[in-house]
């Protein structure tokens, strides 16, 4: 069952974006500046030289965590071969991200696309999404789909070697399979239009086409599976499954035919899946909309419908058509997820909580039924997790922190514990924070410095020693921590009672002429990083300020 903004489908996350056609292997890969979570700037240009390896990913998405050991472990065997690793993060926190890297172990920079506009360039549909670009930033390799390491490894290969990337036996098997299939459907379609009724020959045209969906079905269900592109691999099925929708059409008007309502249902199915893939949003949805005229029980024509709808941010629709779904299958808990993702994208949180409390009434029953089952367990904690995201959409994170403690215990050692942990921990508050002032930007004149004022508090319940330290300056500056009489570089410690607050100047000052004014900006808001801005002719950086 599909849900908005965060759906699992076989082995993706979509992310409820689309826009444009994604930029094509062999074209120039789109330019970006990001920023990390402590505020560091990070610019795809920057990295022109090197093969760059760009992954999609989302704290929240279970094949993007699944598919991080082996991004890691990869990173690590190239990283002396000047490959470049770039993890951009779908539109979370900056805090659960850093929570997410710490308890992985990744080194490689993962960056915020907060807004969702580098998405939108990319037209990242479904996460992981990763691209292998060259040293011109040329796009070599792209796959949407969890990678292992061998995979990614040889496309790495192919690419510093200049090389085509190789198609795998799996891939050659999935394609032939399915261009075998095409050949005898055609075939039985030129036969049945020989022939007066032709309904042996459409019979075995259909046949066929639901024969060789199963076996790429098994194809990628395999471990290689990883190996075969998923763009090639949709484009490879929606042909056949145009042959296969064909078939059912011109066997459902034959007069007096026994499966006329079913052949017309499934053609409308395959149609709209056709035209989801070509990002044709609307046919999608009025395909999926005849399928469940024809079958108005059948799940399969709600999904499709309510996800065609969310593409084209017809939401109010979206919602309608899960609330439907949720009628068909009341007893699954999954429906009622559905309609509540479909109610928070509507910011309609209330109704979202509501539908949830539904799922969890059922999946604690499922639970309490046979407490043994690790199923059950693991939908439970699911609820408990969903539920709780809701109420930070909704700008609850007291409400959120109970429900995530519920989640972990629900279902220990499962990926729904992992990312309730980090979700909780990622709300506890700093114990150092840094706030910005008034005066936030400051400008110098040629060599002379410039200052900015920050207040450090200490937000635990007893005394402690602060450390302050700057990172990311550029070459011949100067960063000064200034109090009362005491001004440190680059670093400097104090002590901070409880609940305790010190006024502190930031010096920063250029060690040589700076070929004309300059300005520098703090950004702070609370967080243990605050960022400075540099501004001049001859350099310009984000100096990170750190308090721990």
Request: hydrophobic residues 45%.
């Amino acid at each position: 069952m599909l849900s908005f903004g965060a759906v699992i489908v076989v082995s993706l996350a979509l992310t409820g974006r689309a826009w444009a056609s994604a930029p094509a292997v062999g074209t120039q890969a789109p330019g970006f500046e990001l920023r990390s979570p402590e505020g560091n700037r990070l610019s795809l240009s920057a990295e022109r030289g090197h093969v760059v390896v760009v992954n999609f990913f989302a704290t929240w998405c279970p094949p993007c965590r699944a598919e991080t050991p082996d991004l890691i472990a990869v990173e690590a065997r190239y990283r002396a071969r000047g490959v470049i690793f770039i993890g951009v993060d779908d539109r979370e926190d900056g805090s659960l991200v850093t929570v997410f890297a710490k308890n992985k172990g990744i080194k490689y920079p993962l960056v915020l696309d907060r807004s969702g506009s580098v998405e939108e360039h990319y037209d990242v549909r479904a996460i992981p999404t990763t691209y292998v670009l060259d040293r011109d930033g040329t796009i070599r390799y792209a796959q949407v789909d969890e990678l292992n390491s061998s995979v990614l490894s040889g496309a790495i290969d192919a690419v510093l070697a200049g090389a085509p990337i190789p198609q795998s036996a799996a891939a050659q098997k999935f394609h032939q399979t399915a261009a075998d299939a095409v050949t005898k459907i055609q075939t039985d379609l030129q036969q049945a239009a020989a022939t007066q009724a032709g309904a042996t020959a459409l019979t075995s045209a259909v046949t066929t086409g639901v024969k060789a969906n199963k076996t790429l079905d098994a194809l990628l269900s395999q471990p290689d599976a990883t190996s075969i592109g998923y763009a090639d691999a949709n484009a490879t099925r929606d042909t056949l499954d145009a042959a296969l929708a064909q078939a059912y059409t011109q066997r459902a008007a034959i007069p007096g035919s026994t499966t006329q309502v079913s052949d017309q249902v499934e053609a409308a199915l395959l149609r709209g899946s056709i035209a989801s893939d070509a990002e044709q949003f609307g046919e999608a949805l009025a395909q999926y909309q005849t399928a469940i005229k024809f079958a108005p029980k059948d799940t399969r024509g709600y999904d499709g419908a309510s996800l065609a709808a969310y593409e084209l941010k017809r939401y109010a629709l979206a919602a309608s058509i899960a609330a439907a779904e949720a009628q068909l299958v009341p007893n699954d808990p999954e429906s009622w997820l559905a309609v509540a993702s479909s109610q928070n994208s509507l910011k309609a949180y209330a109704k979202a909580l509501a539908a949830e409390r539904t799922a969890l009434t059922l999946a604690a029953a499922a639970y309490a039924k046979d407490p043994t089952s690790k199923d059950a367990a693991y939908e439970l904690g699911r609820v408990w997790l969903k539920t709780a995201r809701t109420d930070l959409l909704a700008g609850h994170p007291g409400a959120a922190r109970p429900l995530l403690e519920q989640a972990q215990a629900a279902a220990p050692g499962t990926i729904v514990a992992q990312q309730a942990d980090e979700q909780y921990v990622a709300l506890i508050p700093a114990q150092v924070a840094i706030d910005r002032t008034d005066a936030t930007t400051a400008h110098g004149a040629d060599a002379a410095p410039a200052k900015v004022f920050v207040l450090v508090r200490n937000t635990s319940k007893e005394q402690r020693t602060i450390n302050l330290a700057a990172t990311g300056l550029p070459p011949k500056w100067l960063v000064s921590f200034c109090y009362s009489t005491v001004c440190n570089p680059f670093k400097v410690s104090f002590a901070l009672p409880a609940g305790g607050t010190k006024r502190i100047e930031l010096l920063v000052a250029p060690l040589g002429a700076t070929k004309g004014p300059w300005t520098m900006s703090v950004t702070a808001s609370g967080a243990p990083t605050a960022r400075v801005d540099l501004d001049a002719n001859t350099a310009k950086a984000a100096i990170t300020i750190s308090a721990s």
